[in-house]
């Protein structure tokens, strides 16, 4: 079963504490994304990567980081110095130069 | 930046009727034109996508216009369903494989 998988769907989180975001693919896909999306509100890139060991940022990295040790794998983590954490949180990948795919999305709610 | 707005936010029409969505960008250099489809709690669904050597594509019910001389892009769905409601994103990108600039999104509505 082919795809990108986000895990896990809800996530709930105390003011303060870092948290980890989870992206898979198993397509193969050279690129991956994390995009924000915030009620009625497009998406906003967060970081990219076009090559596992490099990763660019996007036009709301602060507050975030990003790792690319393996094709296959994006984590996102949520530092406590992002000031308005809870969004819908959306990863998605792509081989160069082709479309983007993205995952079910994980939702985030820090209280 | 490339900046990329969408018009309506929403919008409502009776099932069988032809709904248009339209999108503007900034950017001279974007040359890739796709739109998503997302439902309630999930993610975007990739429904058609156009690039800039080319005015228009077909997909059954749907068809995309673009306009370069004028940086804008249009969706149509026609004979609407029920099954089409949903919020509808447009995006731009100067090279597909890179980074998407989204718009804010149209609800689309379809009653019966």
């Known amino acids: 079963d082919g795809g990108i998988t986000q895990s896990p769907k809800y996530l709930f989180r105390k003011e303060g504490q870092n948290v980890t975001l989870s992206c898979e693919q198993n397509l193969n896909h050279d690129a991956m994304y994390w995009y924000r999306q915030d009620p009625g509100q497009g998406l906003r890139l967060i970081y990219y990567?076009?090559?596992?060991?490099?990763?660019q940022k996007g036009d709301i990295a602060e507050g975030y980081s990003v790792s690319r040790e393996k094709k296959e794998s994006f984590p996102l983590t949520v530092t406590s110095a992002q000031k308005n954490p809870t969004a819908f949180y959306l990863c998605?990948?792509?081989?160069?130069?082709?479309?983007?795919?993205f995952g079910p999305g994980t939702r985030l709610t820090v209280t | 930046g490339e900046n990329v707005e969408q018009h309506p936010s929403t919008l409502s029409v009776q099932e069988g009727d032809s709904a248009v969505i339209k999108c503007t960008y900034s950017?001279?250099?974007?040359?890739?034109f796709p739109w998503y489809k997302q439902e309630l709690g999930k993610g975007p669904q990739l429904i058609i996508d156009?690039?800039?050597?080319?005015g228009e594509k077909k997909d059954q019910r749907i068809a995309v216009t673009l306009n370069k001389t004028a940086k804008h892009f249009s969706l149509h769905i026609t004979e609407t369903q029920p099954e089409d409601s949903a919020v509808y994103f447009c995006a731009a990108s100067a090279y597909s494989g890179y980074a998407l600039n989204f718009g804010k999104g149209t609800s689309l509505l379809v009653t019966p």
């Open positions: 990567s076009q090559i596992v060991n490099d990763f």
């Open positions: 950017d001279s250099a974007s040359n890739y």
């Open positions: 156009i690039r800039s050597n080319v």
């Open positions: 998605a990948s792509s081989w160069k130069g082709a479309e983007q795919y």
